[in-house]
């Protein structure tokens, strides 16, 4: 048994992003033992009937079996999450909780504990998507490259620049779905809408990564060519300062991020700046 790959995961605050992680595991193929610690048990309860988990006992319990245990609670509930959590210096926390730095992590579970963060999007459930680490780790990395495309940060504010890129995929769902209701509006058939977004989006994405030679906006200079009618949306678009909304979306959610006391901290405030407001 390899003691990192084959040993109990396990996962201390059980809501949406513990699904999707251990769901994105399973269809893996990851088979190790995973232990949930929930405070409420309802997905903790579907996960082991439909995912192969367990429920460990407490915290002690978790601990002495898991040595790799990933904390994914809310910022304002790590206190209470961390609080009491037996831990030494062979175990290794990989925390998902934004804004909770590195310091913020060790001054709460204590010092000799190795502390990573990561930030997945949700689609680590389908295996793919960015995974922000930071610091690096081949322990983390071994774990999380089955969910995905593991970046490595440079610093933690890299990290937290990466965990704003995480927040703009959550949009991503959005954007799509009002594409989808708008070929729906035209009588187009709800399955073929959703199919064409889809794949278009997909197809984008996946050559932007074909040609890394090539930055995206190269790429829209080329289809958006003058006249055409792609040209004719994009200026659309761009006149109703939908790209510039995006950049102060995505400037508001790293202040926010950078914004102490970061893990006491409960909604975000979002609200802009004058100075943001698109022409
Ligand atoms: N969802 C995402 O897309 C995503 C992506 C990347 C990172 N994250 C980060 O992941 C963290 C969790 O997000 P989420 O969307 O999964 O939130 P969530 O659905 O609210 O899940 C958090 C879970 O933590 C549990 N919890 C709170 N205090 C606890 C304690 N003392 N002991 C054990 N469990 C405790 C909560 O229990 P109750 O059910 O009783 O409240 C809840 O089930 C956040 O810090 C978020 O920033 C989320």
């Not at 245990?69 to 959590?85: H, V």
């Not at 490259?145 to 610093?155: F, K, P, R, T, Y």
């Not at 927040?167 to 073929?192: M, N, R, T, V």
Request: proline share 7%.
């Amino acid at each position: 048994m390899n003691a990192d790959t084959d040993a109990p995961l396990g996962i201390l605050g059980v809501g949406q992003l513990a699904a999707h992680l251990v769901k994105g595991l399973r269809r893996a193929g990851v088979d190790r033992p995973i232990l949930l610690l929930p405070r409420s048990r309802g997905i903790a309860l579907e996960l082991t009937r439909d995912w192969g988990c367990e429920i460990a006992p407490d915290k002690a319990g978790l601990a002495s079996r898991c040595r790799q245990i990933i904390l994914a609670c809310r910022p304002a509930d790590l206190p209470g999450a961390a609080a009491d959590l037996p831990l030494t210096a062979r175990h290794l926390v990989l925390s998902a909780v934004a804004a909770a730095s590195v310091a913020d992590l060790a001054a709460l579970l204590g010092g000799d504990v190795s502390v990573r963060r990561f930030m997945p999007g949700i689609s680590v459930e389908a295996g793919v998507g960015a995974i922000p680490l930071y610091p690096g780790d081949t322990r983390a990395q071994a774990l999380l490259s089955a969910l995905g495309q593991v970046i490595v940060a440079a610093d933690e504010a890299a990290f937290d620049a990466l965990t704003a890129a995480t927040c703009a995929h959550g949009w991503f769902y959005s954007l799509f779905d009002s594409l989808i209701s708008g070929l729906e509006a035209q009588g187009l058939a709800p399955e073929a809408a959703r199919t064409a977004v889809l794949h278009h989006a997909r197809g984008a994405a996946e050559l932007c990564l074909a040609r890394p030679d090539l930055r995206p906006r190269a790429i829209s200079r080329d289809v958006a060519a003058p006249g055409s009618y792609t040209a004719a949306g994009l200026r659309y678009l761009e006149d109703g300062g939908v790209h510039a909304r995006l950049r102060i979306a995505l400037e508001s959610v790293l202040r926010a991020l950078r914004r102490p006391p970061a893990v006491t901290a409960g909604h975000p405030d979002l609200s802009p700046r004058s100075a943001d407001k698109p022409s």
